[in-house]
């Protein structure tokens, strides 16, 4: 005999995207109808599966007696209920589509609410979830509503005949894991919860219900043709354009339009019987045209970023503050164009889009990533019986953002393979807004989709597909090509940016790409600093793969967002610093430059010594203009290294940004520096065990440095070692040689200095050295050359590789320990971090810092901070000039003891100060999702040669 008891939990593997819930529609917010949010604390109780408790809890009059509270929007994981869980694509759960595991996490909700006053008596409404992870079932004062799946997707129920003045109560009960969650494999933190806002809303009889807002612009005309579709009929009204028609009726009248670089709104109404609608119109076409994505005719370079929503105490319950802070930040640093990996965002993101100007790639909550572990069967996109899920979930992101001029193209979802599921959505998409195109990156012959697109393609395909060299379809071959995912933030880096930024403006075909991705999805933790995968004991993991943003965990812009920002700056300025001459170049694709000051400064050893305005023409898009600086200063300190810089900064407040802000800026050398020249060389002389020399006292018996003037040192030495960043460990998948690995390998980490001779000779203190890990032959040569003046010591170090290496070098300096240091200053590179394919953003001048200061605070703790092109830097008391520049470096603790930590609460500083100045660095690449170091950028072993001078500060 068998029998199953369980079937009133069947939805939850059900296929079936749910029952009960109303057609999707436009999210808007009425001006007029009431409505009352039921977001705030509500009643919670967990239970281990999704049949443990009967659903008696939906009754009204239930005690609810011994349950906790939890905060709606949220994630019961992050309130203190179980523990989140982050795997980037496999499912944590066996795959056997579509059962779950019987272990399934459930909350139950419940929340008890008196209608408003002024809510009017009898009259429809509505409650409107705007985000439930994975699947709820809900009931209103004891009568159940349904059921639905598709997390990040709303959902409506009609409940205006349940709703009583006082004492309603909502019960909802949410399963972790559902049939929704095989379409729901993002790479990113599982985290069940009403995580977005629930509403009641009332709807007033002959209220609006759904309507499509068509507003195109004919770039030839100048006009705009707008016609608001409404299945119930009204009268739209836009006054500042005199339009006042039905709905239905198109109008066609001159406009301005609306592009993310001159967002351009116009306010109207949209008045039925019932109800008035706010509108906020923004007029324009996207058309694929000539084989290029084009808007009002022009065609666009997407300087884009994929978000996800995150914040590091509230997961994805993002407040309106944090959705507004991104739309800041992106603005502020050069970006135009978010991809919302890799589900429709909280709606009001859209409505920001909209408002401050960025493109959108509109993403739906899809993904399959997992079946790739079985060569793809079983997938749900390739299966009939979904195709009624992945239709639900299209409908319900374009009828829910179909109104917003921001959207401009329509992704199917991420990572899913192929199947009929997803032609069967862009049909259907297509077939309900022919307006906007479908992106969808898995379609590599470009069959469903209106744009090829590709994700990490290293940088000679992707110049390849811009000469149009890479074959494929013959649809394919027609369409413009862009980078949906490109430059893995993750960790230090991403490098090679400006190589691909070359490569999007030198072929038109290339519209450009978004980096992989805005925020490190860190979760706030009181020991480890920013939690990551495997911090919460999950079974299954993937590490710091879910911290690979442009913005640390707590929004502070990391070094690869300020590179970004400067690779895609809109406005190109160049020139020639000895002639004094500047051409400017407009890099935007529509906006001209009269929203832009232009200012000139010039810098004598770093220091400004002059400044002023220089007047550029309000160049249109892609027009150059050529300027003359006015002469230079005079420098009354004699000859110095010497340079313009030259900025353009916003001339008026924006929305964005205020007056002054910088929007791009560069540099022009114009006298070289001059090198450090020693005095007469003094002779090394012997006392006591000590060599000394000039101001410096060596061990007589090794050669090691101790002391210069006052102020010893831990004596410095060769050191090739830096802690891996996540970009050189790279991606498990990578074909290519991953560098970090072979290092550790080869025993970079564990070099033995072995002393082949100390010489103190007529001017010079020599030091001979063989530098080699254990079990190896490769080995450095390293002499240590010593010379001094009365004031400074020089020391110049000649490295010989041995053998046959093969490998770069991580990095290629010396390192020497002070007893205490706090704040540097030096001159070159800054203010922040650059390493060879990550110093666009690094600029020459007179930098002060603290040591803590230096430190980018990566999630996961690896090689960071240094200064590229320093010429001299003092601190602890020292002076050290290079010749040539070098790669500067301070921190609290040894690149040993960085790359031994886990977490950043894992650093303590010691006693010491260490101190690398490098004559080379290797590149970063972008190997953790991507390609590696360009062959341009990475430090081969060959034979060199480099000095520093030290000496007291006094
Ligand atoms: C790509 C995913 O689309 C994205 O969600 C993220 O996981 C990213 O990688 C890596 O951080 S998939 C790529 C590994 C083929």
């Known amino acids: 005999m068998s029998f199953r008891t369980t079937t009133a939990v069947d939805y939850v593997e059900d296929v079936a995207p749910g029952r009960g819930a109303l057609p999707p529609r436009a999210w808007y917010a009425s001006s007029d109808a009431i409505s009352h949010s039921l977001n705030g604390t509500w009643r919670f109780r967990l239970s281990p599966t999704a049949d443990a408790e009967d659903d008696s809890f939906a009754e009204p009059g239930h005690e609810a007696a011994g349950w906790a509270e939890v905060t709606v929007p949220g994630h019961w994981v992050l309130q203190g209920h179980g523990s989140p869980a982050y795997t980037n694509h496999l499912y944590p759960f066996p795959v056997d589509p579509p059962h779950v595991p019987t272990g399934n996490p459930t909350g139950d909700h419940l929340r008890h609410f008196d209608l408003p006053a002024g809510w009017p008596a009898g009259g429809e409404a509505v409650v409107r979830f705007d985000g439930v992870e994975s699947c709820a079932r809900v009931w209103l004062n004891g009568t159940e509503l349904g059921e639905f799946k598709g997390s990040r997707l709303p959902h409506e129920f009609a409940v205006g005949h349940l709703l009583k003045p006082a004492g309603n109560v909502l019960a909802v009960r949410v399963h972790q894991w559902s049939s929704g969650s095989y379409l729901e494999d993002q790479d990113q933190w599982w985290l069940p919860g009403i995580f977005r806002d629930v509403t009641l809303l009332h709807r007033p009889a002959d209220s609006v219900r759904d309507f499509f807002v068509h507003a195109s612009y004919d770039h030839v005309s100048g006009e705009g043709t707008l016609r608001v579709d409404s299945d119930v009929a009204g009268r739209v009204t836009v006054p500042e354009l005199d339009i006042d028609v039905a709905t239905g009726e198109p109008v066609t009248v001159a406009v301005e339009p609306w592009t993310a670089e001159t967002p351009r709104l116009y306010d109207g109404v949209l008045a039925t019987g019932g109800e008035r609608v706010p509108l906020r119109v923004g007029f324009r076409t996207v058309a694929l045209e000539d084989g290029l994505i084009k808007v009002n005719g022009t065609p666009v370079l997407f300087r884009g970023v994929n978000r996800h929503e995150w914040h590091p105490e509230r997961g994805r319950a993002l407040d309106p503050e944090t959705m507004r802070e991104d739309v800041l930040l992106m603005k502020r640093h050069n970006l135009n164009a978010v991809r919302t990996s890799h589900y429709p965002p909280h709606p009001a993101f859209l409505d920001l889009c909209d408002e401050y100007g960025l493109w959108v790639v509109d993403e739906c909550d899809l993904e399959t990533h997992g079946f790739v572990e079985q060569g793809w069967r079983d997938n749900p996109v390739d299966d009939d019986r979904w195709t009624p899920a992945l239709l639900d979930r299209a409908a319900r992101m374009v009828e829910r953002d179909k109104n917003h001029p921001s959207v401009i193209i329509w992704s199917l979802g991420n990572e899913a393979g192929t199947g009929r599921g997803l032609t069967a959505m862009a049909e259907w998409i297509h077939g309900r807004d022919g307006a906007r195109l479908v992106h969808y990156e898995g379609d590599i012959g470009c069959r469903d989709t209106d744009v090829y697109s590709r994700m990490y393609a290293f940088h000679d395909e992707v110049e390849r597909i811009g000469r149009g060299l890479d074959g494929g379809t013959r649809k394919r071959r027609e369409l413009p090509f862009i980078l949906c995912e490109y430059g893995h933030a993750m960790g230090n880096g991403p490098g090679g940016l400006a190589d691909y930024q070359r490569l999007f403006e030198a072929h038109d075909r290339l519209q450009g790409g978004f980096v992989w991705e805005w925020i490190d999805h860190g979760i706030k933790h009181p020991r480890l600093g920013f939690a990551y995968g495997g911090d919460f004991g999950e079974e299954l993991h993937d590490g710091n793969f879910v911290c690979d943003g442009l913005v640390f965990p707590d929004r502070r812009p990391s070094p690869g967002l300020i590179e970004y920002k400067k690779v895609v700056e809109p406005v190109r300025i160049e020139g020639d610093g000895p002639a004094g001459t500047v051409r400017v170049t407009n890099a935007h694709d529509f906006a001209d430059l009269s929203t832009l000051a232009f200012e000139w400064s010039y810098q004598v050893d770093g220091e400004t010594v002059g400044t002023g305005p220089l007047s550029v023409p309000p160049l249109m898009p892609g027009e150059s203009a050529d300027v003359k600086l006015p002469e230079p200063p005079e420098d009354r300190r004699g000859r110095g290294e010497t340079r313009w810089t030259v900025r353009a900064v916003l001339a008026r407040d924006t929305g964005w940004a205020e007056r002054g802000h910088e929007v791009a800026w560069a540099q022009l050398p114009v006298t070289e520096r001059v090198l450090p020249t020693p005095g007469a060389a003094l002779r090394p002389t012997v006392d006591a065990g000590l060599v000394r020399l000039g101001p410096a006292a060596f061990d007589a018996r090794t050669g090691a440095l101790r002391s210069i003037g006052g102020i010893d040192v831990t004596a410095p030495r060769l050191d090739v070692w830096r802690a891996p960043t996540d970009n050189d460990n790279g991606a498990p998948w990578q074909s290519d040689v991953r560098y970090g690995l072979l290092w550790r390998k080869l025993g970079l980490h564990r070099t033995q200095h072995r ?200």
């Open 755 to 954: 002393l082949d001779g100390v010489e103190a000779g007529d001017e010079a203190l020599t030091v001979r050295t063989r530098v080699a890990p254990a079990a190896s032959d490769l080995a450095l040569r390293t002499v240590y050359r010593w010379t001094a003046d009365g004031t400074r010591v020089r020391l110049t170090v000649s490295v010989t590789p041995e053998g046959d290496w093969k490998v770069p070098l991580p990095r290629l300096g010396i390192r020497f320990g002070l007893p205490s240091a706090d704040r540097v200053t030096w001159f070159g590179g800054g203010p922040g971090e650059a390493y060879p394919d990550t110093g666009s953003a690094s600029r020459v001048g007179r930098w002060h810092s603290r040591v803590d200061d230096l430190q980018t605070p990566y999630v996961r703790p690896q090689e960071n901070g240094a200064r590229a092109d320093v010429r001299w830097a003092e601190l602890g008391g020292l002076r050290v000039e290079g010749d040539p520049e070098f790669w500067f470096t301070a921190r609290r603790w040894t690149s040993e003891q960085l790359d031994a930590a886990d977490h950043l609460t894992d650093l303590i500083p010691g006693g010491t100060v260490w101190v690398n100045l490098d004559h080379g660095q290797m590149g970063i690449g972008s190997q953790s999702c991507g390609p590696g170091v360009l062959p341009r950028y990475r430090l081969r072993a060959r034979p060199a040669t480099f000095s520093f001078v030290f000496s007291e500060t006094g």
